[in-house]
């Protein structure tokens, strides 16, 4: 018998399908608050939760910033910018490897497309990650829905 071992990509995929129909919002603070028993998955689940709460509140963009040790979540829906609860650093570390994963992104910046299969269709999003000495951002841009 062989065991399915997705890929980052159908990781998040199916993350995002297991957290369709929650609260997203709740269900960050959630995983920002407790204590990760697994880096990986929790990453994994605190992206997929970021993205469908994005897209719940028909935001622009997506961002995630560290400069130094401080760390911030925000969405942008209109002229608005709403933070979100923020992860631990390992968690946001997480979230970052899992992009660049997905993404096959190599250097300190990178720029490129990424569909999102979803239950109802496939979300095609923009994504932008930079990578500096004391700074880090993934930038994800959302298309209007």
């Keep these: ?6 890929n980052p990509h159908q990781k998040l995929i199916e993350m ?9 919002h709740a269900n960050l603070q ?4 407790a204590t ?3 880096i990986g998955e929790e990453s994994t689940r605190y992206l997929a939760l970021a993205l469908l709460h994005a897209i719940s509140e028909k935001a622009g963009k997506l ?3 560290r400069k130094k040790e401080h760390l911030t ?10 933070s979100l609860p923020t992860p631990p650093r390992a968690i946001f570390d997480g979230v970052v490897a899992i992009m660049r ?8 910046k990178s720029a490129m497309p990424l569909a999102l299969g979803l239950r109802s269709g496939e979300l ?5 990650l930079e990578t500096e000495k004391e700074k880090e951002s993934l930038k994800i841009k959302l298309p209007a829905l």
């Excluded at 995002?16 to 997203?24: H, M, Q």
């Design 1 to 6: 018998m062989q065991l399915h071992d997705p």
């Design 16 to 24: 995002c399908d297991c957290y369709l129909d929650t609260n997203y």
């Design 30 to 33: 959630a995983v920002a608050t």
């Design 36 to 38: 990760p028993a697994d």
């Design 63 to 65: 961002s995630f910033k």
């Design 73 to 82: 979540v925000t969405i942008q829906v209109e002229d608005e910018k709403i």
């Design 101 to 108: 994963a997905i993404l096959h992104a190599e250097g300190n």
């Design 124 to 128: 095609e999003m923009q994504v932008k």
